[in-house]
């Protein structure tokens, strides 16, 4: 398998990608409404929670929608230090609701002091937070941030996109008081796109209970219906789900916390490589990303050039994304990427910068 270390889609093993030509089945037959089960009860290890994990047919994107409809009648505050997090902030907008920001600039944490500043002026019914924002490889303080916000305001709702970092990065959802948590399928989870992974809690499900308008592709009380009664309200991705059902079981046959040393290590021999050439690294110091790093462009360097030498090695590099690209390229190490596929990389890298010189 020929690495891309690009922040999704990733790289899918030749067998997991095999199980989606499984047969199909009924999808309200019990056949497949017990592997639907048993990957929804496996997942529940990656959030580190004892809720349930909503399995959804949409992208990250969709659990954002999820959210904001779910948790809140109409005030929302977003944390947004890039393009991802102003994502979650624009769909909240997008569904009307009042929304407010706590920005921070550009490869910057948004920290716990601004989020409390924040909530001392005005009560909000739901605040969300990106953990990894793929644009800046900025990792927030999701820990540290919810504290704060159960201190400052216990009944407002933490909803967290770890689209990119579940399954990579520990995060413990039950510990930190986190309400919803969710991620995709086609990042650190190395499965194809289309899946969302939703953790909801008890006081998310209780709010939804209590807001109007909630949609229905997106309900929670209706897939919490379903979940208990068979699968989901409408059809599931089948396939998908079957290769969710074997890649939980590779996921944790290598072991969750040698899973995140791996992607921890990556991370470590990425960053001492820039800055060992005297590249900057474009993420603040102690809030770095553990499944991707993003460098500042050093001059004449170009991501689409150096691209076409290597992707026919096999090799495929991501550029800056939003008002960061050309600016910035972005080393993936998540899913399957291993560090014999990092030093590969990293070598080809070396050898291009010396044609350059």
Known sequence: MSPMFVPGPVDVAPDVAQQQTRPMLPH?????EAIFQQASEKARQLFYTQHRVFLMTNSGSGAHEASVRNLAKTSVLSCVNGSFSKRFYDVALANGKQTDKVEAPLGQPVLPEMVAEALQKKHYELITVVHNETSTGVMNPIQEIAAVVQQISPDTLIAVDAVSSLAGVKVEMDAWGIDVLFTSSQKCLALPPGLALCAVNERAL??????????????????????????????????????????????????????????????????????????GLFAAE????????????????????????????????????????????????????????????LAALDEYWASKH
């Open 286 to 345: 102690g809030y770095r990303s553990q499944t991707l790093t993003v460098i500042a462009n050093p001059p004449e360097f170009d991501c689409a050039e150096f691209n076409k030498q290597i992707v026919p090695r096999g090799m495929r590099l991501a550029n800056g994304y939003g008002d960061l690209k050309g600016k910035t390229f972005r080393i993936a190490h998540m899913g399957e990427i291993h560090p014999s596929d990092i030093e590969k990389l």
């Open 28 to 32: 309200r037959g019990k056949e497949f």
């Open 206 to 279: 209780a709010r939804a209970k209590e807001v109007p308008f909630r949609g229905w592709y997106f309900d929670f009380l209706l897939l919490e219906k379903h979940r208990l009664n068979d699968s989901t309200p409408m059809t599931p991705a089948m396939p998908l789900i079957y290769a969710l059902d074997y890649q939980l079981d590779r996921i944790f046959a290598e072991g969750l916390e040698n899973r995140f040393a791996r992607h921890s290590a990556m991370a470590q021999r990425c960053q001492d490589w820039a800055m060992q050439k005297g590249w």
